[in-house]
């Protein structure tokens, strides 16, 4: 941001350095609503209009128009072209800087509404070295990104930004819907009619039909190579 902000609107290190102030004060005040939003609306939901904002907060920050300053180029205001071209200049600073507040502050949220949904997963160990491995590698690739696409356009790199911040919501949705789905009432199964009807009865066998049914059954064991005597538990 400080590249960014020095080569589009030239910015001091001092100005930046209070937009950065900024910054960690809007991140505070938010951190006060993720406890009231987590009740309201869930970790799912939360994390995903966090992911969102922050993604769309990336992607308007370097779309905010240049202009010029008066105090950087050392022009009165003698016409009222220098002075829109000022105005311009102090609207597009004050657009950039309350996206940047905005991104930092959603930035922190959505890694809030992760870790409290990433608490209730299994394994927590794995779960949680996971977490510092992708932190870590994105800590390491993306500024490696951005510089290569800052030497192109000052503006590829939020966009790169906006679209990895937005991409967060992905999971949580997905996550969400696997969650809707286990905690859904499942169909009971429907027993099915029997093909014997309801007035079906236990058939009473005399002492001669059960002794014919026994000599009927010794040759189907037979004919299946089963012994009812060695291995009456198998059969």
Partial sequence: ???????KYGLRPIDIGFVYLFG???TILMSRFVPRANGAFGPYRSGIFSSV???LSMFLLPLWPAGSSTRLDSVEFDDFRHFQTDFAWRCGVAGTVSCFVLMSAFASTTTAFQNIVSGELQDQPTVQSKGFQSRQGSQILVPILASQLFKHNLDYPWFLGAFIGAAAAIPLAM???????SESPQPSVARSESAYGEDFTVDTLSDAEVLELGHFMKEVLVKKHLKWSKDRHHV
């Fill in 1 to 7: 941001f400080a590249l960014f902000a020095i080569d």
């Fill in 24 to 26: 960690a004060l809007g």
């Fill in 53 to 55: 904002m922050h993604g």
């Fill in 175 to 181: 996550m969400r819907i696997k969650e809707e789905i």
